[in-house]
């Protein structure tokens, strides 16, 4: 029998997994997700930032495939800017969305990324798309990645609508650790992006900052 001249694990499929999550408040959103990457069973970075920024007022966030979803989030970039000189003003949050919905319907059979867009405009305030396999749809919050399986219960049960910029930090920050404490694909650090009309604020929580809770 002939030798292969490759290693069988080239041929293998890596599985991908992250938690990613976005929430709408009253002026605008607040958009969240951990930084570990990983290849199957190995971590290959700890502290990646998976929130991109597509423009001054519009960003998301990446699961699936790393390459893939950066490559995705840097060509909508460069179209949204060519489209905001255009225009001269800030794009919308749904302009940006359905960039990133064009392209990953078009290259749904090649690319694996999923990305929640995630802004606020003078037209429609706080905004969060899932734009997954060429899906668009608004929701009030969304979750994806392999740790969000782990708290669709929580998130159910835990939403109500009106909550503060505040509120959704929190709520951002507990679905995040708790899906961390969960899938072997999510942890390390929590990135945070809340967007208004003033302007963006990041913040990151450390891991040893991350709320406990009483089965970990």
Request: aromatic content about 8%; overall charge negative; hydrophobic content about 40%.
């Amino acid at each position: 029998m002939p030798l292969s001249s490759e290693p069988s694990w080239l041929n293998c499929e890596v599985s991908t997994g992250t938690t990613i999550m976005a929430v709408e408040f009253e002026g605008g959103v607040v958009i969240g997700s951990d930084s570990r990457v990983s290849a199957g069973q190995s971590v290959v970075n700890r502290v990646m930032n998976k929130l991109s920024r597509l423009h001054d007022n519009v960003y998301c966030a990446l699961s699936g495939s790393a390459a893939d979803a950066q490559a995705v989030a840097d060509i909508v970039d460069y179209q949204l800017d060519l489209h905001s000189i255009a225009m001269g003003r800030l794009p919308l949050v749904r302009s940006a969305a359905n960039m990133v919905k064009d392209i990953s319907y078009k290259y749904k059979e090649e690319l694996v990324a999923h990305l929640i867009v995630a802004g606020w405009d003078k037209r429609s305030g706080g905004q969060v798309f899932g734009t997954l396999g060429g899906l668009l749809i608004r929701h009030p919050f969304a979750v994806g990645g392999s740790g969000s399986t782990y708290i669709y219960g929580y998130v159910d049960a835990t939403y109500r609508p009106g909550m503060s910029k505040e509120d959704c930090l929190q709520f951002t920050t507990n679905a995040l650790s708790l899906a961390m404490g969960r899938d072997g694909s999510s942890g390390g650090v929590v990135y945070l992006v809340s967007i208004t009309e003033k302007g963006t604020e990041e913040k990151v929580v450390l891991g040893n900052n991350l709320p406990q809770f009483f089965d970990e």
